[in-house]
């Protein structure tokens, strides 16, 4: 569980959600099932973990966040509090099987020393079918002192029956002023701000999390210097070893990002906040060149390879196969590298 949460306030735009929540607590109206919606990166992981924070604090009151170190806190950051049950899929994009949710379910009959016992279960669409059929039999007939709190950026994706069947609590997304604001409170240099909102894709908390986080921002830069490397590129093998030490899971939606970037600029004439983070030149160069089919062809190509993060594709052929599609036209190695194509 994220501990960054117990040493700070609420973000300005989850003061309304963290002060109803723990109203509710108070008074010992919480529901059996708490579903908390809102885009990516509004603060849904934030508000989830704070409150449970909060809600096991020995020492924190009113509305004061947890305190961060007393036994409660300190069981929960360590992951090892016995009243509480996360339940996450088994790696990033797979399901949450239906064992998983009985083990939750078990759990959260027992009867326990505090007067809340909690199944966290986050993304909740990630639950299949008979998971979800599972967690109804639960959320129909709460155990007593059971709260079970699902988070969501795509409730539609939840069957209605699990809908039905909770309290929402959604998460407005901040204004850009709003967030632009609260970030600016975490650090000295603007243009850290602008850079850390550029690579989190416009998530407030994500941007919070970098702007935090040296690693986060080293893996950013690597993931600019290779985007920069592959804007220029003039064959495949110059680029793709760049390419190999960033982690997919962030350099395909910045690289989509920057097709997006390019694709507008070449429309409006206009360069738009993450393009602004690349060397001008270049991404413009790389937007003319490839003129508007070209760019429309390759933000379509960007949404497979998108859906292919979720695949066992070997990452090498990944990344060769993205650096490809990037080399000007006319590159030799582009066609080599169609020629073999067949073989995998
Ligand atoms: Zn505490």
Redesign the pocket.
Known sequence: MNTAAMSTGPAPWLLGPWQTLLERAAAGRLPGGLLVTGAEGTGKGWLVTAFL?RLY????SGLQP?????G??RSLAGGVHPEVHEVMPPEPGKEIPVDAIRTASEFLGLSGSATWRVLRLHPAEAMNASAANALLKTLEEPPSGALAILESARPSALPATIRSRCQNLHLATPSLDQARAWLAGMTDDPGAVEAAWAAALGRPMTAAELLADPDRQAAWERDRDALTGLLRATDLHSVVPALMRCDPETLVPRLQALLLSAQRWLASGEMDRFGAQFPREDLQRFARERGARGMASLVQQSRQWQRQLRTTLNPQLRMEDMAAAMLPLTTPQRVAYGDRSGAY
Do not use: E, S, Y
């Open positions: 924070q604090c020995d020492r924190a947890a305190c961060g170190d007393c409660g806190c």
